[in-house]
């Protein structure tokens, strides 16, 4: 059960329902058997963009190609996509057997043939011998299951996701994420993914788009997006930024920055010691406003005399002297040149 997969592109998707813009002529690539998560706040776009992809929404303008084929005008039932929506979408009345044998039915091929490759898709799931089960009798997690089953036991060429681990439980959601990669790097399948947790984009994807207001923001690799973003939605999306005027730092590195820029600084970058290379150092001093011991780091708060906050993130295993910091004491923290990124769309003023 290796299908080809097939490279996705969408040009210039615009929707809106009413006055409302919900897709901003978005234009986007993905490439044969890529994992590509759409990442953004609720009410972004990101199930209205996978829903023009799956033939569900009807976009005003522009084109879906899918491995050279242009989809636009056709019903989902013809585009070959499987999909996991945000709720399951099974039916319960029906057992776990029967929902998976379903899109085989549909597509009619014969019921002795459908229950051999549904027992194959539930294999793969990490539930055989759950066929005969009703859909009531099983748990968040093995709907979820019987969902992806469901999805890839026509052998789609594209798979489309939308939250599909939205309601489980943290360590179910985190075991989810592997499986589900792993999943799509056995079978290859091209993969949309859509999520509004960003750790899970992270861990999940080869290439993250960050949507915002029907936009694509930004586009790239997990470590690109989170070190370099584009701007502060981006910046502030993608984990905890810091972000200061570069007039406002301190140290010989904050004076080989050009003036009157944002920098954004990632909390867990700052350390309370000097280290490497004085030229390189980025310093900022300020007020301890609050601190909190979170397991596997500390979480300290500045405010800088200029009015700036400034969240740490040290290494519970580096940073015993924490527990000895007193709320209003004065500390001045570093960080690396390097580590210190400009957000290229800001000025400071
Ligand atoms: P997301 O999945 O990122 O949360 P959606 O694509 O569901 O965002 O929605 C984007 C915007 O479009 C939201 O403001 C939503 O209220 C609006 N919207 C979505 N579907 C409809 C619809 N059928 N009718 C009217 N407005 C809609
Ligand atoms: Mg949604």
Same mark, same amino acid.
């Given at each position: 059960?290796?299908?080809?997969? #097939?490279?996705?592109?969408?040009?210039?998707?615009?929707?809106?329902?009413?006055? +409302?813009?919900?897709?901003?002529?978005?234009?986007?690539?993905?490439?044969?058997?890529?994992?590509?998560? @759409?990442?953004?706040?609720?009410?972004?776009?990101?199930?209205? #963009? @996978?829903?023009?992809?799956?033939?569900?929404?009807?976009?005003?303008?522009? &084109?879906?190609?899918?491995?050279?084929?242009?989809?636009?005008?056709?019903?989902?039932?013809?585009?070959?996509?499987?999909?996991?929506?945000?709720? =399951?979408?099974?039916?319960?009345?029906?057992?776990?057997?029967?929902?998976?044998? +379903?899109?085989?039915?549909? !597509?009619?091929?014969?019921?002795?043939?459908?229950?051999?490759?549904? %027992?194959?898709?539930?294999?793969?799931?990490?539930?055989?011998?759950?066929?005969?089960?009703?859909?009531?009798?099983?748990?968040?997690?093995? $709907?979820?299951?019987?969902?992806?089953? !469901?999805?890839?036991?026509?052998?789609?060429?594209?798979?489309?996701?939308? /939250?599909?681990?939205?309601?489980?439980?943290?360590?179910?959601?985190?075991?989810?994420?592997?499986?589900?990669?792993?999943?799509? *790097?056995?079978?290859?399948?091209?993969?949309? =993914?859509?999520?509004?947790?960003?750790?899970? &984009?992270?861990?999940?994807?080869?290439?993250?788009?960050?949507?915002?207001?029907? !936009?694509?923001?930004?586009?790239?690799?997990?470590? *690109?997006? +989170?070190?370099?973003?584009?701007? !502060?939605?981006?910046? *502030?999306?993608?984990?905890?930024?810091?972000?200061?005027?570069?007039?406002? #730092?301190?140290?010989?590195?904050?004076?080989?920055?050009?003036?009157?820029?944002?920098?954004?600084?990632?909390?867990?970058?700052? %350390?309370?010691?000097?280290?490497?290379?004085?030229?390189?150092?980025?310093?900022?001093?300020?007020?301890?406003?609050?601190?909190?011991? $979170?397991?596997?780091?500390?979480?300290?708060?500045? /405010?800088?005399?200029?009015?700036?906050?400034?969240?740490?993130?040290?290494?519970?295993?580096?940073?015993?002297?924490?527990?000895?910091?007193?709320?209003?004491?004065?500390?001045?923290? =570093?960080?690396?040149?390097?580590?210190?990124? @400009? @957000?290229?769309?800001?000025?400071?003023?």
């Amino acid at each position: 059960m290796r299908a080809t997969s #097939l490279p996705i592109s969408i040009a210039d998707l615009r929707k809106t329902y009413g006055n +409302y813009l919900a897709l901003d002529d978005v234009t986007l690539d993905i490439a044969a058997g890529e994992f590509l998560t @759409l990442l953004g706040p609720s009410g972004s776009g990101k199930t209205t #963009l @996978l829903m023009a992809l799956a033939g569900f929404v009807r976009p005003e303008t522009g &084109a879906v190609t899918i491995g050279g084929q242009n989809v636009t005008r056709l019903p989902p039932n013809k585009r070959n996509i499987g999909i996991v929506f945000q709720n =399951y979408a099974l039916f319960p009345h029906m057992s776990v057997s029967r929902n998976v044998e +379903y899109p085989l039915r549909l !597509r009619g091929v014969p019921k002795a043939q459908a229950r051999e490759r549904a %027992e194959a898709a539930l294999v793969r799931v990490k539930l055989s011998g759950f066929g005969a089960r009703d859909i009531a009798a099983l748990s968040g997690g093995q $709907r979820q299951r019987v969902a992806l089953a !469901r999805a890839l036991v026509f052998e789609p060429r594209v798979m489309l996701m939308d /939250e599909p681990l939205s309601a489980l439980d943290k360590i179910l959601r985190e075991h989810m994420q592997f499986e589900i990669r792993k999943l799509h *790097d056995d079978l290859g399948v091209t993969t949309i =993914y859509v999520t509004h947790d960003q750790r899970e &984009a992270l861990t999940m994807s080869d290439r993250i788009a960050v949507m915002d207001a029907g !936009r694509i923001e930004q586009i790239g690799a997990p470590q *690109d997006i +989170y070190r370099r973003p584009r701007n !502060r939605f981006v910046a *502030d999306f993608m984990g905890e930024a810091n972000i200061a005027p570069t007039n406002n #730092l301190q140290g010989a590195g904050a004076a080989r920055m050009p003036r009157e820029r944002l920098a954004m600084i990632r909390a867990e970058y700052f %350390e309370l010691e000097p280290a490497g290379l004085e030229e390189d150092r980025v310093e900022v001093t300020g007020c301890l406003t609050s601190k909190a011991f $979170r397991g596997e780091n500390w979480l300290l708060n500045l /405010e800088t005399p200029m009015g700036d906050q400034f969240m740490l993130s040290l290494a519970a295993n580096r940073a015993a002297g924490c527990s000895e910091l007193k709320i209003g004491s004065k500390l001045r923290a =570093y960080a690396e040149f390097g580590h210190v990124h @400009l @957000l290229e769309g800001e000025r400071s003023s």
